[in-house]
Nanobody
Framework: QVQLAESGGGLVQAGGSLRLSCVAS????????MGWYRQAPGKQRELVAT???????TYTDSVKGRFTISKDNAKNTVYLQMNSLKPEDTAVYYC?????????WGQGTQVTVSS
């Protein structure tokens, strides 16, 4: 059974930084792709960043140069380092992985950026 648990959200001023963590209780963590999504109030959930099993990363345009996704295979943990935060980054951030053609999600962690 896949379980994902996010942490690290909080309230930060614009220009500040946060690091989100997601511990994954999954088989073969080192081989799988992981992703971070976010959902702001009244908006659809959007993909923020992904990291493949071999470490290749992708980012949505709005976070390029500010966010960095990484993972620690020894800890079954994926991170999202968020720098130069903006009020428009305010959202609930979710960790994601896919197994057996099904998406799995954590409970989410709230990130609020004040102006």
């Amino acid at each position: 059974q896949v379980q994902l648990a996010e942490s690290g959200g909080g309230l930060v001023q614009a220009g500040g930084s946060l690091r989100l963590s997601c511990v994954a209780s999954v088989r073969t963590f080192s081989l799988r792709a992981m992703g971070w999504y976010r959902q702001a109030p009244g908006k659809q959930r959007e993909l923020v960043a992904t990291i493949s099993g071999d470490g290749r990363t992708t980012y949505t345009d709005s976070v390029k140069g500010r966010f960095t996704i990484s993972k620690d295979n020894a800890k079954n943990t994926v991170y999202l380092q968020m720098n130069s935060l903006k009020p428009e980054d305010t959202a609930v951030y979710y960790c994601n992985t896919r197994q057996d053609f099904r998406d799995y999600w954590g409970q989410g962690t709230q990130v609020t950026v004040s102006s």
